[in-house]
């Protein structure tokens, strides 16, 4: 490949005694696995910058299924990912790696990774609004379509005090069934805005996204979960909600 392109590292493994298996989340190319030739060995000026969760200028030649890595340069300091927030962000690398083909160009949905990574920086301890927002992008971007604005059976605009029942593939049809599928209309607005003003939209908001993301993720576990779970009970304290789980 010629020229530069806008990259981060979504997950790296040792590979033989001095180099690295690396897959790339880039702006051109979507999801690329790239072999870091001499990356650990002693001289390697790339040990520091192949991390998660910093902004990279990468090229890679090759055209196989793995590339070869020529030269990557870091664009800043990595984002200031940590505690909780840290398992936030590997939670979504988590979730570009398992649903994204390898070499399909996500151009926008890379900005809004970005702008994912961006925001749980900022936002140190409540990580949600970040993360469902990102879900629901990654599910756009998916070819998912669903209509929260309107009734699947009637085609009427929701209301916000009525309840709508979520079906697979149809939409949200109204209901007077209460149930892990049912959604107020509230809910339907906030989720089709992308916003959520307080704890009951955010929450609707993580069973709409775990509903309509399992079967991209079919039934293997998120390592990501289980590693924050470990970390939680390493702690004294009381344990904290799993935004990702």
């Known amino acids: 490949m010629e020229g530069w392109q806008r990259a981060f590292v979504l997950h790296g493994r040792p590979y033989s005694e001095t180099s690295l298996m690396l897959d790339f989340f880039t702006e051109g190319q979507g999801r690329v696995r790239i ?100 879900e629901l992008a990654l599910l756009h971007h998916l070819g998912y379509g669903v209509d929260f604005l309107h009734c699947a059976g009637s085609g009427e605009e929701v209301s916000e005090s009525m309840t709508y029942r979520y079906r697979e593939e149809k939409g949200f049809i109204a209901s007077l069934v209460i149930d892990n599928a049912s959604f107020t209309g509230r809910d339907l607005k906030a989720l089709a805005s992308r916003e959520f ?31 924050f779970r470990q970390f939680v009970l390493k702690k004294p304290a009381a344990p904290a909600e799993n935004p990702a789980d």
């Open 35 to 134: 072999l870091a030739k001499g990356a650990r060995g002693r001289r390697s000026n790339l040990k520091g910058c192949l991390q998660p969760f910093t902004p990279l200028l990468v090229r890679w030649t090759g055209r196989g299924e793995v590339k070869t890595l020529r030269n990557a340069e870091a664009v800043s300091l990595a984002l200031p990912l940590s505690g909780s927030i840290l398992y936030s962000g590997l939670y979504v690398n988590e979730l570009v790696s398992r649903v994204l083909e390898q070499e399909t160009n996500y151009s926008s949905l890379f900005f809004d990774y970005l702008h994912c990574l961006q925001n749980l920086a900022a936002a140190s301890t409540a990580p949600e609004q970040a993360l469902r927002q990102f």
């Open 197 to 227: 003003p307080d704890v009951a939209t955010l929450r609707a908001a993580k069973r709409f996204t775990r509903m309509a993301l399992k079967p991209y993720l079919g039934g293997k576990p998120l390592k990501s979960r289980e590693l």
